[in-house]
């Protein structure tokens, strides 16, 4: 039997964790690249202050970087910990992605990066450049990767389920990477994450532009940061209408979500601008519209039919009765595969198995074969995810997005004319923008995610079912661990970059004195230090600051 | 042969690749881990140790992950049944695994006492909970999982945490602990001098000292313990769920293999040689290939592990009909197609790369350098 | 006010850039054009400091 508050807190688990780790991955994805554009400078011009970027930029990489692979591995491994339902019937395919990406990306990454950092004075410079580069293409790689894996939960392709081993399997690995899905996404996550990037770059320069201190490197970091920023926010922008263009026909409940449309409108339908989602009443409380603009918009033609909430609910209870046929079959084949008319019906109610899981959760005993209209209808509510807040992430996300866009092109602007150091108000408002590109992908999530349920695998797998079967107090455990640890880890983190960035890139000669200080004791290694009291260092160099 | 079946085989072989890789780069850092208190007693000391490891750990360290991935995408029952079953042990695991790169680059970022205690300590745990429960999780496989499927092979755990750590798991928890500090002791004899390497060179001994006497009692213990037998299963060479076959439980059954091919004894035989004579080279002022014998002798012990098993992988010990083994617990035939050809391609290139990055940053560690580099660990 | 000029002429290109795109992009190969922009963008960028830089020459070469 599964619980119900099992899967709940599963859900809130993983939804925790994903958005943690999704806190580091965008500024991974765009900052290695923009040091590659920096080294690039460095290597083609040879100008020392460039080489001198790139080692400042790369050290708040460092920070940023390992606490995302440390939290990566808690994604890793929740597929299995938590989610083993989903893990064996789809891990098949689902698997496939997240090996590769260890073998093709992780392992470049993680090797490079370890050269990019202690490999100055060991590679040569055209050495290091590629070094550096190979940085860039292992994490934006494993991002491709594992949106690949995404890919197929929001929209399954190359896969079909095999019902002598009950399970999905890998039927053409092609279509499995070419999914429209996981195509754009991937574009939409990787470009992203270079906003991510290059706001954070705008913004700690503009604080140092703001103490008028390392003005060279503040300055050139601020110029090239916007440059790469907003031809990356373009990008990001063009990317997000496709993603709701492939959505549109992947799944229709999603972009119906999105757009706030309970009922079917003739095309060309109103754009909801602003709405207030009401889900019980299947209405919007209140809405502003444009008319005539979603079906451009969405399917970029005049008269597509867009399926509105209401429509789509009632065709899913008809597939849910179908896919109750091809559950029983199922478990008739689970004891003995060879029987013909138990094949036979689940040849012809297969399209519709996920349908037929989807209920279980309403059915007596949670035996589908029991289940009644009631339980149907339930199920069938249950095919529409929360409106109000796939509405609104959707919105945030895309607001945020036509915001960053607004600042980097006055932030080429006043580059271009290299007198941003003259307005201090945009400097400020850069230093408080930082934050919003990170929310903004974590809206972007929360919309993606959210919107494919009920299910984890669209269509196929609902998210009732994928849970691992445990106990409550197991998850309480697993989630105060979790709380606790991310909690110090965050605190912890944001310390260090904030005295990083706060240090900026002439620390040199401090670090000599901190480590002069700390290796007290007297040591085979090296020669005489005088010892210094720690405390007095932090002190003075809280004051340097 | 049959196409699905050699690949099958394939695959459980490369599983043991990537577990030994696992044990043998992973192991040997968390090995360094687990002695960073014990053999570096000053501040510098220690930073030399980790700066031995520091170019390189993360590297490493993407082999726990590869690991985890490659049973995801290879043996999906296994990954999904054993991480959930064994849940609060995987997120121990996973939680000292998540703490280690963060002592890692946070450490030296800040220079007080205090900080840096924690910071060693965090290491000490970090390095030695994942050595034990990887022995600990290999030492229940012999021994079977209290797990059982549903029709739809939804998995239950019916044991207890505490169960997992019964006398026969801690013993082989420990003796993967012992080979870990070996090796990481082993490499900083070759990373290190002075003082230092001395030190790592006594604790490497006694570790050593301690995995052989370990290994012979697991193996004194494992041909008194029973083993699982498959009574009646389907063509090994055919898709299939682990419902449509029967096992029973049979004495001395964990050493039905052995008795059935006596060549297969070579292989806890090479642990052995790789022990002992990595044991005396360390002795003798030779780490380089005393590292190489301490890889021996891993391969010994996870194939000794291996063969007591086969063909099972995570027998069940409440329902044993139910047994997950390699036959049934597989990917199909074109995901594990396709899983060949990218390792064909990329297993090498990682293998090229690695050894290069291990070759720009050879030599030891300049505790000097230490002092001035900003990016020291 | 110069300034919002020059802001309200680089938005609309930029829209105008958007509408372009998406109008060609219908399930475009997306994956190739990912790889051709960031190539695009790291030497764009790169571009950017050169243009700094020889703004930074000049700016000292004519003394004010």
């Known amino acids: ?545 | 042969m049959d196409l699905y079946l050699g690949l099958k085989v394939l695959w459980w072989l490369l599983l043991g690749v990537l577990l030994l890789g696992l044990a043998v780069m992973v192991g040997m850092d968390m090995g360094v881990g687990a002695l960073l208190r014990i053999i570096g007693k000053t501040d510098l000391e220690r930073r030399s140790m980790l700066n031995a490891i520091g170019p390189h750990w993360d590297g490493n360290q993407v082999w726990f992950i590869l690991g985890g991935g490659a049973i995801f995408a290879a043996f999906p029952l296994i990954y999904a049944t054993a991480f959930s079953g064994l849940y609060v042990v995987m997120l121990l695991l996973l939680w000292s695994m998540i703490m280690r790169p963060l002592a890692f680059e946070y450490r030296s970022k800040i220079p007080t006492e205090g900080w840096r205690n924690i910071a060693d300590w965090v290491f000490l745990i970090s390095g030695a909970l994942p050595m034990i429960i990887y022995g600990a999780a290999m030492g229940n496989m012999l021994q079977g999982v209290p797990f059982h499927f549903d029709w739809d092979l939804r998995s239950y755990y019916t044991g207890s945490f505490i169960s997992l750590f019964n006398p026969f798991a801690i013993l082989a928890g420990l003796l993967s602990l012992a080979l870990a500090m070996y090796m990481g002791a082993t490499m900083m004899v070759i990373k290190t001098e002075g003082v230092l390497a001395e030190r790592a060179r006594a604790a490497g001994s006694f570790a050593i000292l301690v995995a052989i006497v370990l290994f012979a009692i697991g193996g004194v213990w494992i041909s008194m313990m029973p083993g699982f037998v498959l009574t009646h299963s389907v063509d090994p060479a055919l898709a299939q769920t682990p419902l449509t076959q029967t096992v029973e439980l049979v004495k001395g059954g964990l050493l039905a293999n052995y008795k059935a091919m006596p060549i297969l004894w070579v292989i806890p035989v090479i642990g052995f040689a790789g022990m002992i004579i990595g044991g005396l080279l360390l002795r003798a002022h030779r780490p380089a290939i005393a590292w190489w014998f301490g890889v021996l002798a891993w391969v010994g012990v996870l194939g000794a592990t291996a063969i007591s098993l086969f063909p099972f992988l995570m027998p069940s010990s409440t329902n044993p009909s139910q047994s997950l083994t390699i036959w049934n617990s597989i990917s199909s035939e074109t995901t594990l197609l396709w899983m060949t050809g990218f390792s064909a391609v990329f297993v090498p290139l990682i293998l090229w790369y690695t050894s290069w990055a291990f070759y720009v940053m050879r030599g030891k560690v300049d505790a000097g350098k230490i002092e001035k580099d900003p990016h020291a660990y | 006010m110069k300034t919002i000029g020059y802001f309200l002429l680089f938005f609309v290109l930029a829209m105008i850039v958007i509408f372009l795109v998406i109008v060609m992009g219908e399930a475009a190969p997306w994956y190739f054009a990912w790889i051709i922009g960031t190539g695009l963008l790291i030497l764009t960028s790169a571009a950017a400091g050169f243009l700094f830089d020889t703004q930074e020459e000049k700016s000292k070469g004519t003394p004010q």
Not at chain 1, 125 to 152: D, E, K, M, P
Not at chain 1, 161 to 177: C, G, K, Q, Y
Not at chain 1, 432 to 453: D, H
């Open chain 1, 1 to 545: 039997m599964i619980n119900d508050t099992v899967v709940e807190l599963s859900r809130w688990q993983f939804a925790a964790t994903a958005l943690y780790h999704f806190l580091f991955v965008p500024l991974t994805l765009g900052l290695t690249v923009f040091l590659a554009a920096l080294e690039t400078v460095y290597v083609v011009t040879g100008k020392p202050i460039y080489k001198e970027m790139t080692q400042f930029w790369a050290k708040l990489l460092l920070i940023n970087f390992a606490l995302g692979v440390a939290t990566g591995l808690t994604m890793e491994f929740e597929f299995g910990t938590n989610w083993s339902f989903y893990s064996g019937f789809v891990g098949d395919i689902f698997g496939a992605p997240l090996a590769v990406e260890g073998l093709m990306a992780f392992f470049m990454e993680s090797t490079m990066i370890g050269l990019m950092i202690f490999g100055w004075d060991r590679l040569s410079r055209g050495q290091h450049l590629i070094v550096t580069y190979l940085v860039a293409l292992g994490s934006n790689l494993s991002a491709l990767w594992i949106l690949v894996a995404n890919g197929f939960m929001q929209d399954p392709q190359g896969a079909v389920f095999n019902p002598v081993t009950m399970r999905m399997e890998l039927e053409s690995f092609t279509a499995l990477i070419f999914s429209h899905d996981a195509q754009a996404k991937f574009v939409h996550t990787s470009i992203a994450g270079y906003v991510t990037a290059a706001i954070f770059v705008a913004g700690v320069s503009a604080f140092y532009l703001l103490r008028k201190r390392h003005m060279e490197l503040a300055k050139r970091s601020f110029r090239m940061a916007t440059i790469f920023g907003v031809l990356s926010t373009i990008g990001v922008i063009t990317l997000g209408d496709a993603l709701g263009f492939v959505g549109a026909h992947a799944q229709p409940a999603k972009i119906a979500a999105m757009e706030a449309m309970w009922k079917t409108e003739e095309a060309p339908a109103p754009f909801n601008l602003m709405a207030w989602p009401n889900q019980e009443k299947q209405e919007n409380s209140w809405a502003i519209q444009i008319p005539y603009l979603l079906t451009p918009l969405l399917t970029h033609t005049m008269d597509t039919k867009i399926p509105g909430i209401a429509e789509i609910e009632a065709s899913n209870a008809l597939r849910i009765k179908s896919g109750i046929q091809a559950v029983e079959a199922l478990k008739i084949l689970s004891s003995n595969p060879s029987d013909a008319a138990a094949m036979a019906q689940f040849k012809a109610h297969e399209q519709d198995l996920g349908y037929g899981f989807l209920v279980k959760r309403y059915a007596p005993e949670q035996d589908v074969s029991k289940a009644t209209d009631a339980d149907i209808a339930l199920a069938a509510k249950d095919t529409i995810p929360d409106v109000f807040a796939i509405y609104w992430t959707f919105r945030i996300m895309v607001g945020f997005a036509f915001l960053m866009l607004a600042f980097f092109i006055f932030g080429v602007i006043y580059s271009l004319r290299n007198d941003v150091e003259n307005h201090p108000l945009f400097l400020r408002f850069s230093l408080w923008l930082i934050p919003v590109p990170f929310l903004a992908c974590e809206m972007g999530w929360l919309t993606a995610e959210l919107g494919r349920q009920p299910w984890t695998v669209y269509n196929l797998l609902p998210t009732w079912m994928s849970a691992s079967s445990h106990s409550v107090s197991y998850m309480v455990f697993s989630l105060i661990g979790f709380v606790s640890l991310y909690s110090i880890f965050i605190i912890i983190e944001m310390y260090l970059m904030v005295r990083a960035i706060k240090q900026g890139p002439d620390d040199h000669h401090a670090v000599q004195k901190q480590d002069k200080n700390t290796s007290s004791g007297g040591s085979v290694l090296g020669g005489n230090y005088a010892p210094v009291h720690a405390k007095t260092l932090v002190n003075e160099q809280s004051k340097e600051v």
